[in-house]
């Protein structure tokens, strides 16, 4: 059957929900073993948090800018792979240091790609530490190496696990003994100073927003190692890109994307799912529903809240949604810039506002590594900083501006002590709240995704992509592992796999 066949007969292998990493490379995985799959998206581009904007010649990326998975070689590199699936490469720009990091009582921090480098870096400032530093890092180097050795597809698939057990049995063990376990866990086997302990914390917080007692061991031993394996490698042109090129590989695979398309209700018939209806009241019919919406959103919104199955409420109260972000895209003159400046910066003056709203600055560079995104002489600055969605609630439209200009002027000031003199070399500003956040990324009070209420063991409470509803399944962020763009194409690989399964192709 073509695609056009397909969607005249509204009958289709695999629909959809929405075109973020995680929803497009199910939908590229599949399409590449032959499935027609249609991606409704409700925005006007493919992408979601990894989507971008343009204005008065700046590129911005909306959301995710250090990208993992883009190594050539291994298993975890799944942004290559993904890519690959679909006839489609991207050129990247090696970005030599992750983050800069500037911590209170002066701690500043490079973690460079080099990992010997890093490891020297933060033992000259921690010499009694030296032998736990290496210890700790070379630990989560294990939990690398165990995933990097195994293709990365579907846990739910009991033919692979066992597969991929006789061919990697101690991969596999490797992987079962930490698969419940925390960083901090890690962390305070090796390290004793509360200091170097602390700098671990904003080592998880500054990408799973919990400190390193809440961060699964697996996600800590991917993000710690991969750095100096594959390293952080920005796409020329910018992350939009990314999807930009999935969803074109996805159309040559003979699927389809359709934009402006938002999906008001997954419907349900003898309790299974069987199609989707768009808010212009068209309606579609697949074979499997995918929702790469967050689960809240796809079952309090897309499905009726009082029907929620018993298994979703578990998780509901097992995660909550983590904070949204205010962000300042910024444009600035380049000579605000000192020429050994990083494309990634955190910064935190008190270790006690750490998890704060609007504690921790974020700051991404992108220009560094491909000046093409801004016009010659400038700069793009993205900063954000976790915000609650409550912050900007029941403001009048006025209060709401005036509160906007307030926070990000509080921002632009602190963020003095690493670019001095940045107020007088703005050249363009745009402020992002996480009602920007909710309203342009369709995602439930804007969050970053979930975050454990309490100390769970590791990774073992998030759920894979199948769900209690028959046919019906999620991938993205808020399925195992969770956040990151890596993260959701593992999400995305692990689902297309399931799927591949359950039809037989
Ligand atoms: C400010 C910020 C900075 C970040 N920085 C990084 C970083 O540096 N590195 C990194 O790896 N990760 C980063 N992340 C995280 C990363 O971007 C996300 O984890 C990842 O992109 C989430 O992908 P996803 O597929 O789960 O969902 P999303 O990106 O949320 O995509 C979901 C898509 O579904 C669409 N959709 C939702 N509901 C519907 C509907 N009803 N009908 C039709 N379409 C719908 C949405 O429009 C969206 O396009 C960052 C995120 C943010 C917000």
Request: charged share 20%; hydrophobic share 35%; aromatic share 10%.
């Amino acid at each position: 059957m073509s695609a056009t066949d397909a969607q005249l007969n509204s009958d289709w292998d695999a629909i959809v929900i929405g075109s973020g990493m995680g929803g497009l490379v199910t939908a590229t995985q599949l399409a590449a073993k032959g499935a027609q799959v249609l991606v409704l998206e409700r925005y006007l581009i493919p992408g979601g948090s990894a989507g971008y904007f343009e204005r008065n010649g700046y590129r911005f990326d909306v959301g995710a800018s250090m990208i993992f998975g883009f190594g050539e070689e291994g298993t975890t590199n799944l942004l290559t792979r993904a890519l690959a699936a679909v006839n489609m490469k991207m050129e990247t720009l090696p970005d030599p240091v992750q983050i800069h990091y500037h911590l209170p009582n002066d701690l500043e921090v490079k973690v460079h790609r080099d990992y010997e480098k890093f490891l020297q870096e933060l033992s000259d400032r921690f010499p009694h530490e030296k032998q736990g530093i290496r210890r700790f890092y070379d630990e989560c180097w294990q939990i690398f190496n165990c995933l990097n050795a195994m293709e990365l597809l579907s846990l739910e698939e009991p033919r692979y696990l066992t597969r991929v057990f006789f061919q990697h049995p101690f991969a596999c063990l490797g992987l079962v003994k930490y698969l419940p376990q925390n960083v901090g866990d890690i962390a305070r086997r090796h390290i004793s100073d509360p200091e170097l302990l602390k700098f671990i914390d904003m080592e998880c917080y500054c990408w799973s927003v919990v400190p390193a007692s809440q961060t699964p061991a697996i996600n800590g031993g991917m993000v710690f190692s991969d750095r100096h394996y594959g390293g952080i490698n920005y796409p020329k042109g910018g992350v939009g890109q990314i999807a930009q090129k999935l969803a074109d590989g996805l159309e040559k695979a003979g699927s389809r994307i359709e934009y402006k398309a938002r999906v008001t209700e997954i419907i349900i018939e003898n309790n299974k799912a069987v199609g989707v209806k768009l808010a212009n009241g068209k309606e579609y019919r697949a074979q499997r529903i995918v929702s790469n919406a967050t689960r809240w959103d796809t079952f309090e919104k897309l499905l009726p809240k009082v029907n929620m199955p018993k298994s979703e409420q578990k998780w509901q109260n097992r995660y909550q949604k983590s904070p949204s972000f205010l962000s300042i895209h910024l444009g600035v003159q380049a000579d605000l810039l000192p020429p050994d400046t990083e494309c990634h910066h955190i910064l935190l003056e008190n270790w006690d506002n750490m998890t704060d709203e609007q504690g921790t600055i974020f700051v991404s560079i992108p220009t560094l590594l491909d000046p093409s995104l801004a016009p010659e002489g400038c700069h793009i600055i993205h900063t954000f900083t976790p915000s609650w969605i409550s912050e900007w609630q029941n403001l009048s439209p006025s209060e709401y501006e005036a509160k906007k200009e307030q926070a990000a002027a509080q921002l632009i000031q602190r963020l003095e002590a690493i670019f001095p003199g940045i107020e007088a070399k703005l050249d363009y500003q745009e402020i992002g709240t996480p009602r920007t956040h909710r309203r342009f990324l369709g995602r439930d009070d804007g969050t970053y995704g979930p975050i454990p209420q309490r100390k769970l063991l590791g990774l073992l409470g998030m759920p894979f992509n199948r769900t209690a509803i028959k046919n019906l399944y999620c991938v993205g962020d808020s399925t195992f592992p969770g956040q990151g763009l890596n993260a959701v194409a593992f999400s995305g690989f692990a689902c297309a796999h399931r799927i591949k399964v359950d039809l037989g192709l």
